[in-house]
């Protein structure tokens, strides 16, 4: 579609929706303005209506309280007076239909005058209501009680006549508790209402018929001033240039030749930016062309360079695959020289073990020794001190043989002074007598203990020579087994420190070990990068191929521009 074609098309829709936007308004407008007057009308007609019956009711009870006045003055009675006064209110008929009259209701809502229907006078219509259920009677007493008030009901003209709203007015009539009242229909409003709405909407439908004429007239005379402006305007220079944006595109390529630029307008602004992108194509043609040139030899260069780095790349897979082979075969050595580490670790250790448990034996031997020595030396100890008891015995032995020689000696006194004595002696004799030989018993008792403890400091100085000896033996062999005790120490030093070699030579050997993995690990990545390296050679060398047949290629392409 055209350029003109759519803002020929916007114009129409714009217009014709500022149309139909004003026509809409505009009879939103005036029917609102016509509801409002028709309301303010009903409002003020039913006011009138409402006026009209006061100032009646007004005229009518002035009427009423001077004929009542009057007779009361010239002394009638009240009953006369009353019949004066409904027949005063029965006769009468206004409005232009006839339809008014007057009427009378008492307070408990008898009728005492209605005169459309004499039937219903002297009836209580107290409970009479319309055909909406309004008990217009009650209602008529009340306004009448309150002063006076308009009641709004419906109430057919005729006796089979559709009801019809109906506005009465009651007043009170004091005297006689009377209330009375009027009427009227107002159904000719609601036809005046209905009449002036048919007016109104015949003229708003007149005004929008001629509204709609002028805006028609006034559509086609924008729409053909807008063509011939948009013709003259926009379509002729368009025009234009699409012609010579087609001589540029199907001719030889000669970006030599620019646009013609006519005036300052946005097609020519739009002229101008085309001549210089124009311009800007040239000067990039011209560019490529020369970058082409360049990118020929560059891709015969890379091509040859690419071959020889895919030789060079070759050899150092070669030599990478050499250098993974006789790494892995140092791991292997390496393994076994672990192995064989790791037994040797596990013998030092049992070594080890073992002379804890000699060393361990030794120190037990050394101190059950050196408990055995200082008992041997306790005992020595004790031998020498009881063989000094024996002597301090033996010296007891010999004060008790002193004394018993001594009581020899006396008993001897005593068995010769008892000879002396004769008879009388003999009985001192027999005592001095026993007394001798128990000294004699004593002596060969002493003499016998006294062999017995001379053998036995002889066994006692034997035993703690003997003692001595042992004691001192077994201080020697306590000295021996501290020297080995010290040895093994030694030993289990120097088998801790083998043992610590040990160790730090496995974990050189696995450190060596894992070193040597992670070498075959990047020897292997480096020949997986080699191999990659060997394929994106080879790519590169067929992209360059492929580049110099593009460059041909760009170059054929390029020669047909004019620069």
Do not use: C
Request: aromatic letters at 6%.
């Amino acid at each position: 579609m055209k350029i003109s074609t759519r803002i020929l098309i916007s114009l129409i829709l714009s217009l014709s929706f500022l149309g139909g936007s004003i026509i809409a308004m505009t009879y939103l407008n005036t029917q609102k303005n016509a509801r409002f007057f028709l309301e303010h009308y009903q409002k003020s007609a039913y006011a009138f209506h409402e006026n009209e019956l006061k100032t009646i009711m007004d005229l009518m009870r002035q009427t009423a309280m001077s004929i009542y006045n009057s007779q009361k003055a010239k002394g009638i009675s009240d009953e006369k007076i009353k019949e004066a006064i409904l027949e005063k209110l029965n006769d009468p008929r206004f409005f232009n239909d006839k339809s008014g009259y007057f009427f009378v209701y008492q307070q408990d809502g008898t009728n005492i005058l209605l005169p459309t229907n004499k039937t219903l006078e002297g009836k209580n219509l107290i409970g009479l209501k319309d055909s909406k259920g309004v008990p217009f009677v009650q209602e008529l007493i009340h306004a009448a009680q309150r002063g006076g008030g308009l009641v709004k009901y419906e109430f057919p003209k005729s006796k089979d006549g559709q009801p019809l709203l109906k506005f009465a007015y009651a007043m009170p009539f004091e005297p006689y508790n009377w209330t009375m009242g009027t009427g009227i229909y107002v159904d000719n409003v609601e036809k005046e209402i209905a009449i002036l709405q048919k007016e109104i909407d015949d003229t708003l439908s007149s005004q929008i018929k001629t509204f709609l004429a002028i805006a028609t007239v006034l559509v086609l005379v924008s729409v053909f001033s807008t063509v011939f402006i948009i013709k003259k305007t926009i379509s002729n220079p368009l025009v234009r240039l699409m012609q010579r944006a087609d001589n540029l595109s199907s001719g030889e390529g000669d970006l030599t030749r620019k646009l013609d630029i006519i005036g300052n307008d946005e097609i020519a602004q739009a002229s101008r930016s085309i001549n210089a992108f124009i311009e800007k194509v040239r000067l990039l043609i011209s560019e490529a062309k020369g970058l082409s040139n360049e990118n020929s030899s560059i891709s015969h260069e890379l091509s040859s360079t690419s071959l020889q780095v895919g030789r060079a790349v070759e050899t150092s897979m070669q030599i990478v695959g050499d250098t993974t082979t006789k790494a892995l075969g140092l791991k292997n050595e390496l393994s076994t020289g672990i192995h064989e580490a790791t037994e040797g670790k596990e013998e030092l250790t049992k070594a080890n073990a073992f002379l804890k448990d000699a060393n361990q034996a030794i120190l037990t031997l050394t101190q059950e020794i050196q408990n055995s020595a200082q008992t041997e030396i306790e005992l020595a100890q004790k031998i020498q001190q009881l063989s000094h008891d024996a002597e301090q015995v033996k010296e007891v032995l010999v004060v008790i043989g002193d004394i018993a020689d001594q009581t020899n000696l006396l008993a001897l006194n005593a068995a010769i002074e008892a000879a002396r004595a004769g008879e009388h002696g003999r009985g001192f004799a027999v005592v001095a007598d026993e007394v001798r030989k128990l000294a004699e018993r004593t002596q060969k008792s002493l003499q016998e203990i006294n062999a017995t403890i001379n053998v036995i400091v002889q066994s006692i100085v034997d035993s703690s020579e003997r003692m001595t000896s042992n004691s001192q033996k077994v201080e020697s062999l306590a000295e021996a087994a501290s020297t080995v005790e010290v040895k093994i120490n030694g030993m289990f030093s120097v088998m801790n420190n083998a043992t610590l070699v040990s160790d730090k030579t496995t974990q050189n050997y696995l450190k060596t070990g894992s070193d040597i993995e992670t070498m075959i690990a990047n020897v292997n990545q480096i020949n997986d990068i080699s191999s990659q390296n060997a394929r994106s050679v080879e790519e590169i060398a067929g992209a360059a191929e492929h580049l110099s047949r593009m460059t041909e290629t760009l170059n054929l392409k390029l020669s047909e521009f004019r620069t």
